[in-house]
């Protein structure tokens, strides 16, 4: 069963910066897509990045440019840098996980993930 706990939300201020963590452990399988997601109140949930096991990554438009997902697969532990932050970022923010065959690494940028962490809270202030 794999298990996710995410970490490094915050409040800051307009163009400010922070980075999120998602350590994860029970992983069994080969192959995995992983993502970060977020959901502010009263909004549906938005995929905001994901990043495959062979690192392929992909980016809502809404952060390209400023957020930038990686993963230390050693640690297993998945980053996301947020730069740039802006007031509609403010979300809670969820990391996922699901495993995959190796020709589904290429579809990653979807909702049904199977692992879920709890969330981190970020507040980006104008």
């Known amino acids: 069963q794999v298990q996710l706990v995410e970490s490094g939300g915050g409040s800051v201020q307009a163009g400010g910066s922070l980075r999120l963590s998602c350590a994860g452990s029970?992983?069994?399988?080969?192959?995995?897509?992983f993502g970060w997601f977020r959901q502010a109140p009263g909004r549906e949930r938005e995929r905001v990045a994901t990043?495959?096991?062979?690192?392929?990554?992909t980016y809502a438009d809404s952060v390209k440019g400023r957020f930038i997902i990686s993963k230390d697969s050693a640690k297993n532990i998945l980053y996301l840098q947020m730069d740039s932050l802006k007031p509609e970022d403010t979300a809670m923010y969820y990391c996922?996980?699901?495993?995959?065959?190796?020709?589904?690494?290429?579809?990653?940028?979807?909702?049904?993930?199977?692992?879920w962490g709890q969330g981190t809270q970020v507040t980006v202030s104008s």
């Open positions: 996922a996980a699901d495993s995959v065959s190796i020709n589904g690494m290429w579809y990653c940028s979807r909702n049904n993930y199977k692992y």
């Open positions: 029970g992983y069994t399988a080969n192959y995995y897509c």
């Open positions: 990043i495959a096991t062979n690192g392929r990554t």
